[in-house]
């Protein structure tokens, strides 16, 4: 069968490897001029299924509200008159109850355990060596006791599904990652999740996609693919740049800009753009910075090590697709890093980076068939497309090639939204 893939970010290539690996002729489309270029470009590396979970939750709402009074705050709601935001904002509100979030919960666990299992597998499979992956865990760093409160009932909810977590204290946590040394003084706890793991996303598009390439799968890059058109309950053609393309299966695998395309047909996926920001820096002196990824938990930053560079992302803004570079986050994403890791690091060559996470209401992703016999979705990755890449990858693979997936749908159809 003939399939286009729609969009060469870090799902859109993974989903490519799935459908050839079962003998589909795959042509994958982009607008950039490589794999990965957009919100997989330059995200915190992490590939933490361990904390998985959604943005909506109990207490959220008041907490963004007071966030985004706060000048050097890490999250910023800019309400816009855009029915797309108010409706998803809305949504988003109504899966900020207890019940909700254990749902929504316990699916995204469920995607995101099974997507390192995949990775695991397309590791073993393909001649993919040089992505910066570390395997060692992640640690969440707490400044508050109630912050450490709230972490240890997070880990033992997920502790409770068999997920392995561990409570440190300061000389416990200066055993595990000695970088942290100068930081230990602002720590009232930490967890170490030593399932997860860490690596760039980007170059592992990059290099999975070049040995799909290889292998007879075409990749048209600086494509703008302009209208998606209809026929007869299925999609007919795909209309870009260089002109319509036809396809026996399409799957929409373009992040944020995925409503963009299918609002015109009809289809209102709530998919809203989340801006987050990075900074990568040169690491100087490997001792004095961590091997493994640590998420500060009050500022929700992530910072990784990414082979000789430290990258650090983190910021939430609800304001539409612009990437502008605030001064004031990137000087707060600046001084985060500083207060762990002064030492160690190239503070004259930073460079930043903004992306925007395709953020669904309740969390999960939206995968599948869609209302059209032809079209399937692998959409809505939010701030855990990294690490949920692979997994839903397969997943869609399997629905095109008309077998039942390996775990449970519920909760990650479209369907759910009534479409
Ligand atoms: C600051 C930040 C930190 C993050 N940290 C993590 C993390 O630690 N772990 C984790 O798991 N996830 C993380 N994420 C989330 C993760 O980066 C995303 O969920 C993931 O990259 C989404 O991948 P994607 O392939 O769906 O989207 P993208 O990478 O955005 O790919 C979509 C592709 O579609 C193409 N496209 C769009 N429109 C068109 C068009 N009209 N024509 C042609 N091509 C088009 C784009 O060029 C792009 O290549 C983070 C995100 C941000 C912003």
């Known amino acids: 069968m003939k399939v286009l893939v729609l969009g060469a970010g870090v799902v859109g290539v993974a989903t490519a490897y799935y459908l050839w690996k079962n003998g589909h002729e795959v042509t994958v489309v982009d607008r950039q001029a490589g794999p990965g270029m957009e919100?997989?470009?330059?995200?915190?590396?992490?590939?933490?299924?361990?904390?998985?979970?959604?943005?909506?939750?109990?207490?959220?709402?008041?907490?963004?509200?007071?966030?985004?009074?706060?000048?050097?705050?890490?999250?910023?709601?800019?309400?816009?008159?855009?029915?797309?935001?108010?409706?998803w904002v809305l949504q988003w509100m109504r899966n900020c109850t207890a019940q909700r979030f254990r749902a929504n919960k316990l699916c995204m666990q469920r995607v995101a355990h099974y997507s390192y299992r995949c990775l695991r597998e397309v590791l073993a499979q393909a001649p993919i060596h040089d992505f910066d992956f570390h395997a060692g865990g992640v640690l969440q760093l707490f400044r508050t006791r109630a912050e450490l409160q709230l972490g240890r009932l997070s880990a033992q909810a997920v502790g409770e599904s068999g997920v392995p977590w561990r409570l440190l204290d300061a000389d416990q946590l200066a055993a595990v990652e000695p970088a942290l040394v100068h930081g230990l003084a602002q720590i009232a706890g930490a967890l170490h999740m030593p399932a997860d793991a860490s690596g760039d996303s980007h170059k592992f598009a990059g290099q999975l996609a070049a040995h799909l390439a290889q292998h007879g799968v075409s990749f048209r890059y600086a494509t703008r693919i302009d209208a998606l058109e209809q026929e007869k309950g299925a999609i007919s053609r795909v209309h870009t740049a260089y002109g319509a393309m036809q396809a026996d299966a399409y799957v929409v695998a373009l992040g944020s800009y995925a409503p963009l395309l299918l609002a015109p047909l009809g289809l209102k996926l709530p998919v809203y753009p989340l801006k987050g920001y990075s900074v990568t820096l040169p690491v100087t002196d490997p001792g004095q910075v961590p091997t493994l990824s640590v998420m500060d938990e009050h500022n929700k930053v992530m910072i990784s090590r990414l082979g000789n560079r430290l990258r650090a992302a983190g910021m939430a803004e609800l304001a539409g697709y612009g990437l502008a570079l605030d001064p004031a986050r990137k000087d707060l994403l600046l001084r985060v890093v500083r207060s762990w890791f002064p030492e160690g690091l190239d503070w004259e060559h930073v460079s930043f980076w903004a992306g925007l996470r395709p953020m669904t209401p309740d969390g999960p992703p939206i995968l599948g068939k869609a209302r059209w016999s032809n079209l399937f979705l692998n959409s809505g990755h939010g701030s855990n497309g990294w690490t949920q890449a692979c997994g839903t990858a397969k997943i869609v693979s399997d629905l095109v090639c008309g077998r039942t997936p390996e775990i449970d749908m519920q909760g990650l159809t479209v369907q759910r939204f009534g479409g």
């Open 39 to 87: 919100t997989s470009f330059g995200n915190a590396g992490g590939i933490c299924p361990s904390f998985a979970g959604p943005w909506a939750a109990p207490g959220m709402i008041s907490r963004v509200l007071k966030l985004s009074l706060q000048s050097d705050s890490p999250i910023r709601f800019a309400p816009r008159p855009d029915p797309r935001q108010i409706a």
